[in-house]
T-cell receptor
Framework: DAMVIQNPRYQVTQFGKPVTLSCSQT?????MYWYQQKSSQAPKLLFH???????NEADTPDNFQSRRPNTSFCFLDIRSPGLGDAAMYLCATSRPSLGNTEAFFGQGTRLTVV | QQPVQSPQAVILREGEDAVINCSSSKALYSVHWYRQKHGEAPVFLMILLKGGEQKGHEKISASFNEKKQQSSLYLTASQLSYSGTYFCGTSEGTYKYIFGTGTRLKVLA
C-alpha cells in the first residue's frame, strides 16, 4: 500500500546532540510537511516543500533544518536538541488539486531529549 | 493564523451527541476533519469541499458554511471509540496545510 513512513518511531537523544528524523513516501506527492506536536497541542507546521522549493515558517527555530534529496524522502535535522524540543514529529504529504489539499500522515516519531 | 475550535474539551456519556466547531478568520475552500488518539498520528475522517456541503460517515457527519468560514462536526450516539482529540485542517495559500486548535473529546461508559 502506498504510504508515508517515518523512522524511527521513538528516538531518544542527548541534550545538544544532533539528531535526524526521516520520512519516506510512496505516494509520489509533491508536497511534504514537517510538524511538531507537543502534548495537548495541535500540530504546528515547521516547514513544507513543494518539490524542492523549501518554505520555512517564520517562527521555526534556526535549530531545525530540513533536507529533501528527492521526491520520496525528507529529513528533519535538529542541530542541538534542547529539552523543549521533546515532542511528536509528524511528517505528511499532499498533492494539491482543485483547491483541495488533504494531508496524509506518517505514524510520527516521538522524540525524547535527556 | 490557525482556525479556532470550540469547545476546547467535552465529556460525554455513551450514546450522547456532540458538536465540534471550527472557525477561520480567513476564507476556507476546503475543510478536513481528523481524529487523533493519544500517541498516534491524526486519522482522516472526512473532507468537505463546497460551501454548505454536508457529509456523513456512519454516526459522524459534518457541515461546511463557506460564507461564515465555519465547519462543524456532529457526533451522534457517541461510542467509547470516539474518544480522542479532533482537529479540523485546511489549506492556507496554495500548499501550506494547517490545523485548528483541537477539541479533546472523552466518552465515558
Amino acid at each position: 500500500d502506498a504510504m508515508v513512513i517515518q523512522n524511527p518511531r521513538y528516538q531518544v537523544t542527548q541534550f545538544g546532540k544532533p539528531v535526524t528524523l526521516s520520512c519516506s513516501q510512496t505516494l509520489n506527492h509533491n508536497v511534504m510537511y514537517w510538524y511538531q506536536q507537543k502534548s495537548s497541542q495541535a500540530p504546528k507546521l515547521l516547514f513544507h516543500y513543494y518539490d524542492k522549493d523549501f518554505n520555512n515558517e517564520a517562527d521555526t527555530p534556526d535549530n531545525f533544518q530540513s533536507r529533501r534529496p528527492n521526491t520520496s524522502f525528507c529529513f528533519l535535522d535538529i542541530r542541538s536538541p534542547g529539552l523543549g524540543d521533546a515532542a511528536m514529529y509528524l511528517c505528511a504529504t499532499s498533492r494539491p488539486s482543485l483547491g483541495n489539499t488533504e494531508a496524509f500522515f506518517g505514524q510520527g516519531t516521538r522524540l525524547t531529549v535527556v | 493564523q490557525q482556525p479556532v475550535q470550540s469547545p476546547q474539551a467535552v465529556i460525554l456519556r455513551e450514546g450522547e451527541d456532540a458538536v465540534i466547531n471550527c472557525s477561520s478568520s480567513k476564507a476556507l475552500y476546503s475543510v478536513h476533519w481528523y481524529r487523533q488518539k493519544h500517541g498516534e498520528a491524526p486519522v482522516f475522517l472526512m473532507i468537505l469541499l463546497k460551501g454548505g456541503e454536508q457529509k456523513g460517515h456512519e454516526k459522524i457527519s459534518a457541515s461546511f458554511n463557506e460564507k461564515k468560514q465555519q465547519s462543524s462536526l456532529y457526533l451522534t450516539a457517541s461510542q467509547l471509540s470516539y474518544s480522542g482529540t479532533y482537529f479540523c485542517g485546511t489549506s492556507e495559500g496554495t500548499y501550506k496545510y494547517i490545523f485548528g486548535t483541537g477539541t479533546r473529546l472523552k466518552v465515558l461508559a
